[in-house]
């Protein structure tokens, strides 16, 4: 396969295990789904539990696994990504809810729904988009808390959350105004909370089997018993360079296969693509380098060195632009037959756009690499 060719020149080993396990599933459960994914946002729940069940979402979570192997777990996603996004993004979503539960110094969460999640028996997802903004200067908080006897009393309304059902769970930021005085406090919220509820109503051009909702809480208790950061601002330092390396995944995964799709029109449309600027050999090494740069990212995601973080921001940026830069080349070598309804090329175009808009976005990441030169 390709991926394994990309990795053997970038004189990495194949990666054997968890990775290989989660590609075979993908390879048999998600080419017959992924139309009925795309154009009907049919959610890849049974594909997302047999992940679990292979172990795609434990390899990363810290006191869980042996080692932390953030890398495991973006190998895991790209394999998915190879196929669908929204698949992948899903995986990105359950990885980041566990990454939240154990990086917290909350033993009861660890030792409760902690596993559960890491087995994909519990699923769900994470709420951190509008915080992230929030952190960075863009946009105010949108949820509130109050402090009440053994918890506090959230409300607010978030426009998208994904990998969302009735019985899920998602990661959440709230703030808090004590006379004055702010802060932030982080939790794990239950959907079946009540209180909150959840709302289906935006159709997205991709990415639509997410199970993605407008979460509206009104006065909805969170006792301390779910709190995993009180107040935010050191666990954020911590998770946050997972957080984003983990996105790496999807990125991966997608540019591989359009990789695919360009080498797959080589022999009837060879003889006209070779003049296309964008040639797959090209694509294959800067996927190389991206990889080998992110696998060294990941292995040290507790960096707190300042050059560490920027250095994250930078793959990110890098990862989302390579990402509609291999779809748009991928459509061009494919034309017409990518540009059906059906087509490989035009769905992983759509879903490129993905990448670059997930929080934290392309502008965001330029602010944010803006705002650390001054
Ligand atoms: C398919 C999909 C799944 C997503 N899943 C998640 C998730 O799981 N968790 C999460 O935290 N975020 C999620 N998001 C939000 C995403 O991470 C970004 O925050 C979002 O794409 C906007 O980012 P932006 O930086 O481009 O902000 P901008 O587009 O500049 O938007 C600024 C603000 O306006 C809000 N906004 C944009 N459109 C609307 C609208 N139609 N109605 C109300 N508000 C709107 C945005 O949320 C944002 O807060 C999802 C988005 C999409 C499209």
Redesign the pocket.
Known sequence: MLDTQTLERSGKKPETGVVEAVRAASSRELPSLVHKIDAEGYYPESVMREFGRLGAFAHHLPSYSESVDLNAAINAMAAAGEYCLSTSFCVW?QDALGWYIYNSDNKALKTGIGPQVARGEFLG??????PM?TFFGI?PMRLKGKRVDGGYVVKGL?????NLGDDHYFGAIFEVDEGGTKRNVMAIVPCAAEGLSLADNTK?VA?DG?R?FAVQMRDVIITDSWIVADPVDEYIKRIRAGFVLLQAGMAFGLIRDCIRLMEQTKTSLGHVNKYLDVQPEMLAEQLAGMETAVAQLAATPFETDPGYWRAVIEARLAAGDATVAAAHAAMLHCGARGYVTNGAAQRRLREAY?VA???P?T??LRKMLADMSH
């Open positions: 979503c997802g994470t709420a951190l988009s509008n903004k946009e978030l426009p998208y959350v994904s997205f990415l997410t993605t993905f808009i997930v929080t976005a502008k965001q």
